[in-house]
């Protein structure tokens, strides 16, 4: 059983940044490829970022490229998600998740997941 716990989400203004932090408990963190979705109330989930699991390679949404960056720390079994630049589309619950796939960008296939962080952005 892989286990991730989310935090860092909060409500914040158009263009301020936040960082969200997702900490697994897994013994082999450095075999999953990690990724966040979004989703926002009445949408379907959607990739907004994925990372390798060396942490070498990473792709983004259109809607975030430039913005957001996803980032892993394999020592602590963390991955992160700094969101600069936000902006009230943004807004959304965000999940981490861990896939046993490996690293195919967007079209990640996430197999655990977290319980989502709220991410409120006002205008």
């Known amino acids: 059983q892989v286990q991730l716990v989310e935090s860092g989400g909060g409500l914040v203004q158009a263009g301020d940044s936040l960082r969200l932090s997702c900490a697994a408990s897994v013994r082999t963190f450095t075999s999953y490829t990690m990724g966040w979705f979004r989703q926002a109330p009445g949408k379907e989930r959607e990739c907004v970022a994925a990372?390798?699991?060396?942490?070498?390679?990473?792709s983004y949404a259109d809607s975030v490229k430039g913005r957001f960056t996803i980032s892993r720390d394999n020592t602590k079994n963390t991955v992160y998600l700094q969101m600069n630049s936000l902006k009230p589309e943004d807004t959304a619950v965000y999940y981490c998740?861990?896939?046993?796939?490996?690293?195919?960008?967007?079209?990640?296939?996430?197999?655990?997941w977290g319980q989502g962080t709220q991410v409120t952005v006002s205008s």
């Open positions: 990372v390798s699991s060396g942490g070498t390679f990473t």
């Open positions: 998740t861990a896939a046993n796939s490996g690293f195919t960008g967007l079209r990640l296939r996430g197999d655990y």
